[in-house]
């Protein structure tokens, strides 16, 4: 039976990736910035029939800044916060009330954990874990997880830094002793998505290698 599937970031490598592994008799919606404005929280709410009515909602959406956040406009400030947390949320709020079996997966980062460069961008990335852990499901066939890799190589948001030097220590310093590739996300993404139980919900997959062992 096909599926319609919502995904956000669908311009992104991890999305570009996963689109190729879906089944295709699936519906894939990608709707674009103009039609889904994730800088607006009040524009998801107005998508409310296309979010409810998925069967799988997967948010690859972020943005994330170069500027030192003392650097930054209000506008800036606010833009980040709406398109990294409010907007995500809002969605999954108008999902989980309507739709009794849909399967949400968003887009962490080890940012949350660890803090960032851009201090906007990390502080979202927590809250959102949070949000995740915390927020029960509604109904008994929903599911809600979210992912949170490490330095991904080939991402877009990886290959604009500027702190090029701190992406290739982080990675040299990881015990596998390299980044992850957005091929290797969209699997992860398919294996929850598509193959494993919807039992695994509410928590917080960390994708890093190893990276925060101690031993």
């Given at each position: 039976?096909?599926?319609?599937?919502?995904?956000?970031?669908?311009?992104?490598?991890?999305?570009?990736?996963?689109k190729k592994i879906i089944p295709?008799?699936?519906?894939?919606?990608?709707?674009?910035?103009?039609?889904?404005?994730?800088?607006?929280?009040?524009?998801?709410?107005?998508?409310?029939?296309?979010?409810?009515?998925?069967?799988?909602?997967?948010?690859?959406?972020?943005?994330?800044?170069?500027?030192?956040?003392?650097?930054?406009?209000?506008?800036?400030?606010?833009?980040?916060?709406?398109?990294?947390?409010?907007?995500?949320?809002?969605?999954?709020?108008?999902?989980?009330?309507?739709?009794?079996?849909?399967?949400?997966?968003?887009?962490?980062?080890?940012?949350?954990?660890?803090?960032?460069?851009?201090?906007?961008?990390?502080?979202?990335?927590?809250?959102?874990?949070?949000?995740?852990?915390?927020?029960?499901?509604?109904?008994?066939?929903?599911?809600?997880?979210?992912?949170?890799?490490?330095?991904?190589?080939?991402?877009?948001?990886?290959?604009?830094?500027?702190?090029?030097?701190n992406v290739k220590?982080?990675?040299?310093?990881?015990?596998?002793?390299?980044?992850?590739?957005?091929?290797?996300?969209?699997?992860?993404?398919?294996?929850?998505?598509?193959?494993?139980?919807?039992?695994?919900?509410?928590?917080?997959?960390?994708?890093?290698?190893?990276?925060?062992?101690?031993?």
């Amino acid at each position: 039976m096909s599926k319609r599937i919502l995904i956000t970031g669908g311009s992104s490598q991890i999305a570009r990736e996963l689109k190729k592994i879906i089944p295709k008799n699936n519906i894939i919606l990608t709707p674009s910035k103009y039609e889904f404005d994730l800088s607006d929280p009040k524009n998801i709410l107005k998508n409310k029939k296309l979010i409810t009515t998925c069967d799988k909602i997967i948010c690859l959406h972020s943005i994330i800044s170069n500027k030192e956040h003392i650097n930054k406009t209000n506008e800036e400030t606010i833009n980040e916060v709406n398109i990294n947390l409010i907007s995500t949320i809002n969605i999954c709020e108008l999902a989980l009330r309507f739709n009794k079996k849909v399967r949400i997966l968003l887009m962490g980062s080890e940012s949350g954990i660890k803090g960032s460069h851009d201090i906007i961008y990390a502080l979202c990335k927590t809250s959102l874990h949070k949000y995740v852990e915390e927020r029960k499901i509604l109904f008994k066939n929903q599911q809600l997880i979210c992912i949170a890799p490490s330095t991904i190589i080939d991402a877009d948001m990886t290959l604009m830094r500027k702190d090029q030097k701190n992406v290739k220590k982080s990675i040299n310093l990881n015990p596998k002793r390299r980044g992850l590739k957005s091929k290797e996300i969209a699997n992860v993404i398919y294996d929850l998505m598509f193959n494993l139980t919807d039992y695994i919900t509410n928590t917080v997959i960390n994708i890093n290698g190893g990276k925060f062992s101690r031993m």
